[in-house]
Nanobody, 120 residues
């Protein structure tokens, strides 16, 4: 059974930083793409960043967030800097055996999420 477990969420003031981590386990096949989505109350789910053969970022976080992977540890990270109140959301880890591409939403595996709250 595949599990993605996120950690690192919390509350921070605007301008601060947080790093999210996600560890995957139980894969039957190699994972080519891991990344992060987020969803704020009343808003649509948004792809934030993904890492595979290439990395992709949403326009809203580019230059502030950095996604990285430790393939040996089945772990993906999201370093978030210069946080803004509009970054407040539940952040979900995603993974799939197929490669990343810009705008991808059809990830097979999803974590349960970790809350990030940014106060002004």
């Amino acid at each position: 059974q595949v599990q993605l477990v996120e950690s690192g969420g919390g509350s921070v003031q605007a301008g601060g930083s947080l790093m999210l981590s996600c560890v995957g386990s139980g894969y039957a096949y190699s994972i080519r793409c891991m990344g992060w989505f987020r969803q704020a109350p009343g808003k649509e789910r948004e792809g934030v960043a993904s890492s595979g053969g290439r990395t992709y970022y949403s326009y809203s976080v580019k230059g502030r967030f950095t996604v990285s992977r430790d393939i040996a540890k089945n772990t993906v990270y999201l370093q978030m800097t210069s946080l803004k109140p509009e970054d407040t959301a539940m952040y979900y880890c995603v993974a799939d055996q197929n490669e990343c591409y810009l705008g991808r939403t059809d990830f097979r595996y999803w974590g349960r999420g970790t809350q990030v709250t940014v106060s002004s």
